[in-house]
């Protein structure tokens, strides 16, 4: 028989006024999760851990029973830059955030590969697994999820070979997962738009599905191959609305946590979240 599953769906969300405002933010545009920045997207200090609002988060979560909680790394983390102090701030960033999530409830932690220059790729991925063998020697209970790209310029993780190749450098690779994101993939060349079966396939095959843990639902702005991160609302895009139901509706990703990453508001949050929940079917698996 085939197990029904429900819709864990929510947004990108500012932690300026505390967790818990962002969880009521994310309760009243239908969310049942959402993502956050660690710290300030372009680097600099996190804000301090508050326990009493770490506590009204984690009652807000049981009483509206949130899926796991996104929190992802500013983007100036780049642990395979070709500057070591660019490196050495990736990997104070990574042993400083991965401590703070693990006294968050129920959060994954998703890092961009990076960007390696001129630098060759295995020499890259090699300083990649280095960082995270630091940090997760210091945090190994939390999940890690690594964030497949679009594959542009000199980024890292623009193919599923890379992401494994940096799993498998990683010595204690158990809580590391990948993040898929449905525009990066549509601009890595990998077609979910008519083919997603296969695409899902392949990365079974070259990863594991059991090491996909979330997925950043976007619409893309531009086409298949175009190596181009830019994003659009559901439905605007090159993607389409059609195939995004698609992708939360197939058996082998229901019931895992999704993300908006959609450029809008709460208001246009809501209507996305509402058109996915429309649409969807909740039905997983044989099991």
Known sequence: MKKETRLVIGCHLSISAGFHKAGLDAVSIGANTFQFFSRNPRGGRARALEPADLERLGDLIRRYDFGPLFAHAPYTLNPCSEKESVREFARMVLREDLARVARLPNSYYIIHPGSRGGMEVASAIELVARSLNEALEEQPGVTLLLEGMAGRGSEVGGTFEELREIIDAVENNSSIGVCLDSCH???????????????????????????????????????????????????????????????????????????????????????????????????????
């Open 185 to 287: 993939l549509l601009a890595a060349g990998y077609d979910i738009v008519n083919d997603l079966d296969g695409v899902l396939r392949e990365i079974d095959a070259v990863i594991g599905l059991e090491r996909v843990k979330a997925v950043h639902l976007n619409d893309s702005k531009f086409g298949l191959g175009s190596k181009k991160d830019r994003h659009a609302p559901i439905g605007e895009g090159e993607i389409g609305a059609e195939a995004v139901l698609r992708l939360i509706n197939h058996p082998v990703l229901t019931g895992l946590p999704f993300n908006l990453e959609t450029p809008g508001d709460l208001d246009s949050w809501a209507r996305e979240i509402a058109l996915l929940r429309e649409g969807y079917r909740g039905v997983k698996g044989k099991g």
